[in-house]
């Protein structure tokens, strides 16, 4: 996650802290940080969890996506939430990145 120059640790404690504020805050079950690819990198999550999530939650951004720039080629997507009767999952778009919470 670090930039070609950076020696690895301002991005690596900028992660890990914002997983760990994320993961305080009240109702949240877990955070997990995704390649675009769907690969997991970090998460709070038991692995099968995260897998299913890298899995599903990869592809729907990704399809949510791309109907944001088939609607308005100038757009992007960079949030995703969606609300269920049970649970609540947002997911932030970097250009490289996927972070669900």
């Known amino acids: 996650m670090a930039t070609p120059g950076d020696s690895g640790e301002a991005p690596q404690v900028n992660i890990d802290e914002t997983i760990r504020r994320l993961g305080a805050k009240k109702g949240v079950e877990a955070v997990t940080v995704l390649t675009k690819d769907g690969c997991v990198i ?23 996506a791309e109907i944001v720039e088939e609607l308005d080629g100038q757009d992007a997507l960079s949030f995703l939430r969606i609300r269920t009767k049970r649970h609540e999952i947002m997911v932030a778009l970097d250009h490289s990145y996927l972070l669900v919470v």
């Open 42 to 64: 970090r998460t709070t999550a038991t692995d099968e969890i995260a897998q299913v999530q890298a899995r599903l939650l990869s592809r729907l951004a990704h399809s949510a």
